[in-house]
């Protein structure tokens, strides 16, 4: 598996540092005008603050594994409604509770903006990844 590979960072454990990731559409509410937006959410194997060390939470705690919980940026929670911590997201056939908000700070990384929301905008981590 490439996790194993000559060359792949590891964390303080010595552990490889890789994160799986998949990515679904899902639609919001824009907190401003109630219309319709819409953007992927990233679900993400364990490892994600060994491969964004950046990624700094500002409210809340992290997601669990197999919990249908997750972590929406400051920015989402700021535009859209039910991404602050402690509201309910019905998604793909399942509730998902706000667990946590989070900064990625002045990353350099290239993120995908949609409609004012990045790709990276929202983690989650769903019962079987």
């Not at 959410?41 to 490892?47: C, E, I, K, R, S």
């Not at 859209?80 to 998604?91: C, I, N, P, S």
Request: a positive charge; charged letters at 25%.
């Amino acid at each position: 598996m490439i996790r194993d590979l000559p060359g792949i960072r590891r964390n303080a454990r010595g552990e490889p540092i890789a994160v799986s990731q998949v990515s679904v559409f899902v639609q919001a509410r824009g907190k401003n005008n109630g219309g319709p937006l819409g953007f992927p959410v990233t679900g993400v194997t364990p490892g994600l603050t060994d491969y964004l060390p950046e990624l700094r939470l500002t409210s809340g705690r992290m997601f669990k594994p197999g919990l249908r919980e997750l972590i929406a940026s400051n920015k989402c929670a700021r535009q859209l409604t039910d991404f602050a911590v402690g509201d309910k997201r019905l998604m793909r056939g399942g509730e998902w509770l706000v667990v946590g908000n989070f900064d990625l700070g002045r990353t350099r990384r290239r993120l995908h903006r949609i409609r004012g929301c990045r790709h990276d905008s929202v983690r989650l981590r769903p019962q079987h990844v």
